[in-house]
């Protein structure tokens, strides 16, 4: 715990005295660096590379601010204006701002995300192709007897079940107890991982299991279990979304954070977590990622 926090203040102090991770693109305008934040998540630091990497493109100097810590940090880095952009969950974002709202839906959260931001704060378009929501799972035995497909099944016995809650690997950090609406559990278990949800689920010490993030995240850890479908929402929608400083951008950069959005996709970030996950510089991936898509 010690070592964390030292290696953040160090990250902070080398930042902050030399503006190492400066992305620019050659620009040699002396204004200004626009600093992206990141948290100690693998997710967002390929965020902040991603959306340092495309505004960088724009001719704004630009710099990267990583392991700033778990959402409260780099959020409160972001009010106190230590970094101007970090990249989020709409879902997460908003149970941050406004515990109360009652939206699920993407157009929902969204709406209410943007009304609860504090003075100052802003989004731009979320990236409508990412899917972040934690996924429930039950035994394949447990879905083919109780024909079960979806959330929306499942919810009438949520009372008889225990649930087990687990992390995805290197997502921002999820609630530790994830809510299901309409899906009141008998009780949870916090598990570590997938692996240690896959057998407290086979070995029924746990009845349902509610998984961080996408399927595919986790793909071995949860073989042989069935996913089940959340087409009403059950889950608050989780989609990828820049907040950043209000007045700092110009429309040319809105629009360029707006481009990112659309082609931003569930299946590309899981591959660009995977990749840096191997080894692979945060930067580089997102670089690769932008030239992909002509951004």
């Known amino acids: 715990m010690v070592l964390a926090a030292s290696r953040r203040v160090l990250a902070r102090v080398l930042v902050a005295a030399a503006a190492a991770a400066v992305v620019s693109c050659g620009n040699d305008d ?8 990141a948290g100690d998540a693998v997710e967002s630091r390929v965020l902040a590379e991603i959306y340092a990497g495309a505004l960088a493109r724009t001719g704004l100097r630009v710099a ?54 504090p003075e100052g704060l802003v989004v731009s378009d979320p990236a409508d192709g990412t899917d972040l929501r934690p996924r429930v ?92 479908t959340d087409g009403e929402y059950a889950l608050r929608a989780q989609n990828v979304v820049p907040v950043f400083r209000k007045g700092l951008l110009d429309d040319q950069r809105l629009e360029k954070l707006n481009y990112v959005a659309g082609e931003l996709t569930t299946d590309d970030l899981v591959e660009m977590i995977r990749r840096v996950r191997d080894g692979a510089a945060a930067g580089e991936v997102a670089r690769g990622w932008l030239d992909t898509h002509g951004l």
Do not use: K, M, W
């Open 137 to 228: 799972l039950v035994t394949a035995e447990a879905a083919h007897r109780d024909d079960l497909d979806s959330v929306a099944e499942l919810a009438p016995r949520c009372g008889e079940l225990r649930a087990g809650l687990a992390p995805a690997p290197d997502l921002l950090r999820v609630p530790d107890a994830t809510p299901v609406t309409g899906c009141d559990f008998a009780g949870t278990t916090p598990l570590p991982d997938a692996t240690a949800l896959r057998n407290a689920l086979l070995d029924n010490s746990v009845q349902a299991g509610v998984v961080g993030g996408p399927s595919a995240l986790t793909t071995s850890a949860i073989e042989g279990l069935t996913v089940l």
């Open 30 to 37: 002396p204004g200004p660096v626009f600093v992206v934040g």
């Open 64 to 117: 990267v601010q990583p392991e700033l810590g778990q959402r409260a940090d780099y959020l409160a880095a972001l009010d106190a204006g230590r970094v101007a952009l970090v990249g989020e969950h709409t879902g997460e974002l908003l149970a941050f701002y406004d515990s109360g709202s009652a939206a699920r839906t993407p157009s929902a959260v969204i709406q209410d995300l943007n009304r609860s931001l």
